[in-house]
T-cell receptor, first 113, second 113 residues
Framework: QQQVKQSPQSLIVQKGGISIINCAYE??????FPWYQQFPGKGPALLIA?????SEKKEGRFTISFNKSAKQFSLHIMDSQPGDSATYFC????????????FGEGTQLTVNP | NAGVMQNPRHLVRRRGQEARLRCSPM?????VYWYRQLPEEGLKFMVY????????ESGMPKERFSAEFPKEGPSILRIQQVVRGDSAAYFC???????????FGQGTRLTVV
């Protein structure tokens, strides 16, 4: 009930391509869905987040698509760059639970030059 | 405005010793969360604290682990009688008002030998 499933586990994309990472959740009480970016040896950094009242949110090259009925959300990275190479985590929480986040397993993204 | 500060960054302990991990939240933040990241896995919630109070410790192992966030000073995650399975990266996050958006520190990487 509390799980968040993330795929793929790893992804290799050419520079300039589109990176797509998918997540699915089970708990319909979740109402906040952030994506985090983590570089080796660093802590996760909030990239972009969405709430279920909208189906899409875009910030620069990063877009979240959200499908409430399917209980799925995805991260799209347009014009992927080598500097985007990192591990990406989706997460979900109930806003009333503060920042008690349930994380996906992570996707290691490599963008080749 | 300094971010979330964790120390030490790296900690090596022998089996049976105690590990103390410290977390100073961002200035003005009174909500602290601890997460554990095992190798090649996502982050798992451990405990949510406010000043002098434990709000949610549902992710804490029942034995050997404890956490506190005193009125003055950093939050402390304490692991007694460490075992090899405790080897992981421990991340602290803070938020200003208990909302879902949290800011992570760089983590403490604990190695038990």
């Amino acid at each position: 009930q509390q799980q968040v499933k993330q795929s793929p586990q790893s992804l290799i994309v050419q520079k300039g391509g589109i990176s797509i990472i998918n997540c699915a959740y089970e708990n319909t009480a979740f109402d906040y869905f952030p994506w985090y970016q983590q570089f080796p040896g660093k802590g996760p950094a909030l990239l972009i987040a969405i709430r279920p009242d909208v189906s899409e949110k875009k910030e620069g090259r990063f877009t979240i698509s959200f499908n409430k009925s399917a209980k799925q959300f995805s991260l799209h990275i347009m014009d992927s760059q080598p500097g985007d190479s990192a591990t990406y985590f989706c997460a979900a929480s109930k806003e009333t639970s503060g920042s008690r986040l349930t994380f996906g397993e992570g996707t290691q993204l490599t963008v080749n030059p | 405005n300094a971010g979330v500060m964790q120390n030490p960054r790296h900690l090596v302990r022998r089996r049976g010793q105690e590990a103390r991990l410290r977390c100073s939240p961002m200035k003005g933040h009174s909500h602290v969360y601890w997460y554990r990241q095992l190798p090649e896995e996502g982050l798992k919630f451990m405990v949510y604290l406010q000043k002098e109070n434990i709000i949610d410790e549902s992710g804490m192992p029942k034995e050997r682990f404890s956490a506190e966030f005193p009125k003055e000073g950093p939050s402390i995650l304490r692991i007694q009688q460490v075992v090899r399975g405790d080897s992981a990266a421990y991340f602290c996050a803070s938020s200003p008002w208990g909302g879902p958006e949290a800011f992570f520190g760089q983590g403490t990487r604990l190695t038990v030998v």
